[in-house]
């Protein structure tokens, strides 16, 4: 099988089982939130700032050592194991010690028990490091999708079973510790790998240095990705940050789904073509083109049926979250394929630019999002769209310098996708201007009407307009159809 189709069927089943589990955490989102208060949310997203900044340091970049090194032997893949799991142990004792004077610096007793129980996490993710990166490596997304499935519904499950009992926060915690255990389970199963004692850690320097470069960098990205919540929590305090929460969580769901697809797939196949610049050129152009094909019109769909989405989905006391999920949807459009150059650097080997970016960034961002605060929540939420956009310069002059692209090529590269987001969101802006002289205030018929119109205008504008694109998404449909082998060229 040619690396064309491999890369084709990761990702459809990758985004398959995305599909499947986006649908499926949007209601269990949906439901959770209906059941408990913005408190409860407001709780678990000050516990994961610090959960999550641990557990970024915690894999050690062990998963993408795994992944980017070709000459893995099984005694490096022990070695790594038994670190993983040291590791995983050694971090979760930090998080049991220190979630007291974190409960004291947001003021919030309860925070103890909800940073010790999600610390869980750590342990439960380190047992499953080496066979999930085994199948990332394989592109044996097939067997990981069905593992990620299984541990969505067995999560969500345990979520709203506890809801509905009225356990309030500890049914999210429960929920996410279920989720992760019936993810190391399956991926145990679907791997076929199992750990035995082996450590020859003079075998697996190299590699290791290199994942201890990404963990800094990830590490990093990671400080300054939640140095919203730190600030809006300390700030402002549970409740606003249960609200500011769910409009990040509601607006960046989507784009994350996505990019944790490209993420899962593109590293592994970049990697594949480090030293063949190209074709690594050739397939990142065609990657980042039809991941902004989806999220671009997507986003900019929630944008225009925002208001009508909350009052549907969440209820009326959700409603202070519209403005904010806008301005974050507008934010999602840059993220949605800025991820794709990082995965291409790190192929390359070009971790120190990625660290020297996250450092501009956590400098930039924290001390935007601090005077923003001071403007409430629609403040850090605008820190972000003045902010975010000048510190991508630098990455993507880097990073397109790096493939040999100019400017010009790259835009023209996402002329699909800008059509494709303007028509859908012209035609629904002129929908909903329609539904509000016709048919009132009907939510159903604004959120479903709108929909609909949207994805007819974008379909019809990408026909007429983009024939060459639509000629594409045909033959990528009909390559996943056929068991013919495919062409090793990715157009």
Known sequence: ?????????????????????????????????????PSDFGLVAMAWTFVGLLEQINQLGIGAAIIQRADMEEEDLQTLFWIALTAGISFYAVAFLAAGPLAAFFGND??????????????????????????????AFGKRSKAEVLS???GGTVSIALALQGYGVMSLIMGTLCQQVMLTATVWVMAGWRPRWCFGPDRVGSAFRFGLSV???????????????????????DRLLGFYSMSGQLSTLPVQKISTIVNQ????????????????????LTITRFVALITFPLMIALVVIAEPLVRLILTEKWLPVVDIFQIMCVIGVIKSVDTIIPNML???GRADVLLKYNVAI???????????????LLGVAYAWVVAYPMLLLYLYRIGLAELGLSVTDYLKNLTPAILAAGAMGAGMAAFRLLDSALWGSNLWVSVVGATLVGIMACAAALALFQREMTAEVKGLVGSLRSPRPLAESPR
Not at 215 to 237: E, N, Q
Request: aromatic letters at 10%; a positive charge.
């Open 346 to 348: 790190m192929a390359r």
């Open 152 to 154: 969505v519904l067995a």
């Open 362 to 376: 956590l400098l930039v961002l924290p001390a935007a999002f601090f005077l923003g605060a001071s403007y409430g």
């Open 265 to 284: 797939v593109a590293f592994p196949v970049f990697s594949q073509l480090q030293h063949d610049l190209p074709k690594l050129r050739t397939y990142f």
């Open 215 to 237: 963990m800094a960098t990830r590490m990093i990205w990671y400080l300054h990705s939640s140095a919203d919540t730190v600030i809006v929590g300390k700030l402002l305090g």
């Open 1 to 37: 099988m040619s690396l064309r189709e491999k890369t084709i069927r990761a990702f459809a089943w990758a985004g398959s089982a995305k599909a499947v589990t986006q649908a499926v955490s949007w209601a269990i989102s949906i439901l959770l939130a209906r059941l408990l208060v």
């Open 110 to 139: 309860r925070l103890v028990e909800v940073i010790r129980l999600l610390a869980l996490t750590m342990v439960l993710s380190a047992l499953s490091t080496v066979p999930f990166n085994l199948l990332t490596k394989d592109l």
